[in-house]
């Protein structure tokens, strides 16, 4: 071991009490070593379900631009129809990234949020907007709050902007936050 790394956590308690744990950044069965001499945790860059070396991402996209950017041309175009639809339904909502994808906030409070994927995008909202259109979502697949939106298959711009309307609606009127 390279006593000159510098630890991560220092532990009040000995090391024999604990056992690594999977899981953090980067890769979901992350691992690391107990130091015996002083109770010291040292994360691995290995997985222990594998054995391969992983790398955290540094370049994690700032901007809604990096992060359609950072998509191949089709799901980048796909998002980018998403985000118009945003803007034109919500022009007054504030843009940013939440959780690593582009959401909208009226008054500090997320109204939806969008996210792309290798072969679909998602829309997200709150789980009484969905519920309020469950017969018009009938051919789609849905999660919580969310629908599941192909690159292959059109945009349903007109279900979509009836559903951000009705979610600023019930935002305004009812004070429904985020999940």
């Not at 000159?4 to 890769?27: E, H, M």
């Not at 998403?82 to 022009?91: I, Y």
């Not at 007109?158 to 600023?168: F, K, N, Q, S, Y």
Request: contains cysteine; proline residues 8%.
């Amino acid at each position: 071991m390279d006593r000159t790394t510098p630890a991560v956590n220092i532990l009040p308690v000995p090391a024999s009490k604990f056992r690594p744990v999977g899981g953090g950044p980067g890769c979901p069965y992350r691992t690391g070593e107990w130091t015996r001499q002083r109770c010291i945790w040292r994360p691995s860059n290995r997985c222990w379900l594998s054995g391969k070396r992983y790398v955290e991402s540094v370049n994690k996209p700032q901007t809604v631009d990096e992060y359609l950017e950072s998509f191949p041309e089709e799901a980048s175009r796909r998002l980018a129809e998403l985000r118009q639809l945003s803007r034109t339904q919500v022009p007054q909502a504030d843009e940013g990234l939440k959780w690593g994808s582009p959401a909208y906030s009226l008054d500090g409070t997320i109204m939806f949020i969008f996210a792309g994927y290798q072969q679909h995008a998602n829309f997200v909202f709150t789980p009484s907007t969905l519920q309020a259109f469950t017969a018009e979502l009938a051919g789609f697949q849905t999660g919580k709050g969310s629908i599941k939106l192909p690159y292959s298959g059109p945009v349903p711009t007109e279900l979509l902007g009836r559903m951000t309307a009705h979610r600023i609606r019930e935002f305004r009127e009812d004070g429904v936050l985020w999940m």
